[in-house]
């Protein structure tokens, strides 16, 4: 079957650099991406990677290992208003996207 | 804002009813996608539509059906509504031949069934 691990919560200080990771077992893979989403709010698009490496995005970095199917988001200096679900979902062969349950990032001052 | 709009924002009604939700893609985007929101749950997968045609189905019920129309807006039917069916509906598009597929969401509609 087809899989996305992703923690359930995480907790971080204002100000800190927090990374949350995602591996998945696919059939097939077409890409990867990073959405975030807040309560009650439409996920928004972060981070797309689908080569190998690190993607840096202001605040935000993605990086991929497709060779070990994995991934993690990384969010540096830490602001309140990041409080919010990070969600991590994986084009399969066929284009269909297989989304993880997505991680809940608390923020504390 | 993404581009993409849905109405209504929020719909209440009562068991055994019939709703319509209705999603307008990104201007320019062929695809769009159905999600389905329960509280504090993951996203899941209802059904796709590119140009009109149904291109993929997740987990929809035999009482959810949906179609995507000539000018690229598509509607949500959901019939015979149980409390369970109470939910967050997001909308998405994705633009055609990008090459990522990238799906731009719509603010959602809150359906609660009492």
């Known amino acids: 079957g087809q899989n996305i691990d992703q923690p359930t919560e995480m907790t971080a200080t204002e100000g800190a650099i927090v990374q949350i990771n995602c591996t998945y077992q696919t059939s097939g893979f077409n890409g990867l991406f990073w959405y975030q989403q807040h309560a009650g709010e439409a996920p928004t698009f972060l981070s797309y990677n689908v080569l190998d490496g690190l993607e840096e995005k202001g605040r935000f970095s993605s990086f991929l290992s497709r060779s070990k199917g994995y991934s993690y988001l990384l969010l540096k200096e830490l602001q309140m208003k990041d409080s919010a679900s990070y969600l991590c979902?994986?084009?399969?062969?066929?284009?269909?996207?297989?989304w993880g349950a997505g991680t809940k990032l608390i923020i504390k001052p | 804002d993404s581009g993409v709009t849905q109405t209504p924002k929020h719909l209440i009604t009562a068991t055994g009813q019939r709703v319509t939700l209705r999603c307008s893609p990104r201007s320019g985007d062929l695809s769009v996608y159905w999600y389905q929101q329960s509280l504090d749950q993951g996203l899941q997968f209802l059904i796709q539509y590119y140009n009109g045609e149904e291109r993929a189905k997740g987990n929809i019920l035999e009482r959810f059906s949906a179609q995507q129309f000539p000018d690229l807006h598509s509607e949500l039917n959901l019939s015979s509504l149980e409390l369970g069916d109470s939910a967050l509906y997001f909308c998405?598009?994705?633009?055609?031949?990008?090459?990522?597929?990238?799906?731009?969401f719509g603010p959602g509609t809150r359906l609660t069934v009492l």
């Open positions: 979902a994986v084009n399969d062969s066929n284009y269909q996207l297989i």
């Open positions: 998405a598009s994705s633009p055609p031949r990008d090459g990522t597929d990238t799906q731009y």
